[in-house]
């Protein structure tokens, strides 16, 4: 029988736990606005997740998370297969082996479920014995761990998100005013410092790295808190009427800028 | 408050750190680890991100300085650098002839980024094996319009006559 209800009184992680504990099988079919998700178990793990559009296949999976690019697929026969298929043709092929294609599998899943513990409304409806399509490759996950870890991210979301509410801010560096000999950037780092512009919004500044919300406010709150980088209203950039992919060029520079600039190398 | 961006970039051991460290108001921030392939031999530590230094010109106007990663495993970062600078310096070793064809390749792909101003600076002119900039300018076949500038990456005087020589060329197409 088909255990119904509201993610508003029953949350997931207590959803979770529920299948864990009783080591269920079947699916856990989840509504929020205009987003559905449908989870499978098996004997009270995790095996399978299809998030709206994100189910795509296998073959585009691995191009999303970067085990296979863009020239390499294009060698790829381009008819519709079943993951288990296209795992097969892969692994023939040489371009990934059994182990990477489980664990691209494992790790999509994961970052998936994550995204569902934001979720506190809508309807869920679990219907035992139900598994996942034959032709999807099935990785079991122990459920406690991601309960605790995306209970742990939704904590730090919602820190996150109070340090740091409108990420349509603009950011400017202040490092003249700390000492930074001997700091640690990570590549993400250097890409949002790279990028600091009082004319552009920590929101543009994500989307053109392709960064998450949380990835993002990660990066700035850790900028932040070491006093590198302030919040600061955004100022209307000369270029804002182009397009983004315009905005690329350089804006002409004025010759005053460009004067003061050596007036200023002269002197130093 | 305006920000512009120049961009130090050049092969691996060119000097690019210690050409924004040379004239940045601050101290560089660079992240540094230590490597473990070949190149370990030339220097113990190598810069595997990039370097960042600061000029505040006045009240209204800072300019950046980033120093590109130097090893090719870092090339990633080089097109996202590149956006939005006002030019760029390419920084080449003299001393090592071997770095030549790298370096043009390195000038290639930043002026394929973006069409931005650039000059070409003849680095460790104060070592005795020293290509002369002219020499240099015919080994990596740069246009006689691009300058090619004698340079001594850890004297502040010759940095600053880098800097200004690239702001003169910009200078050139800048608008009234």
Redesign the interface.
Known sequence: MALRGNLRDFSLPQLLNLVSLGKKTGALTLGERNSQATVYFKEGMLVHLSLDSQDSNLRHLLERVGKINEAQSRLLPQEARSDKEWGILLINTGLIDRAEIMEAVRRHTLEMVYRLFTWTEGGFVFQPNVLPPDDKIIVPIHLENVILEGSRRVEERKRLEEELPDLGMALNLICSEVKLKGIRLSPDEWRVVSSIDPGRTIQEIAQAHHLTDLQIRKIVYGLLSAGFVELVPRVKPISAALSAEERIIPAPVRKGIILRLIDRIRRL | ?????IVVTGPFNAGKTAFVGS?S???V?S?ERRITDHSQSIKDQTTV??D?G?????EG????L?GTPGQRR?D??WE??S????GFIVLVDSVAPETFREAKEILDLFKNY???RYVVAANKQDLEDAWPPEDLRIALKIDSDIKVVPCVATD?ESV?GV??EL??S??ET???
């Open positions: 408050m305006q920000t512009v961006k004239i108001e601050i101290e921030v992240t991100a990039m960042f600061r000029i505040t010109v006045d106007l800072v300019l950046y980033f870092f990633f970062m996202i650098l956006e939005g600078m006002l973006h069409p931005a502040k600053k800097l200004l702001l003169y910009i200078l800048a608008e009234e």
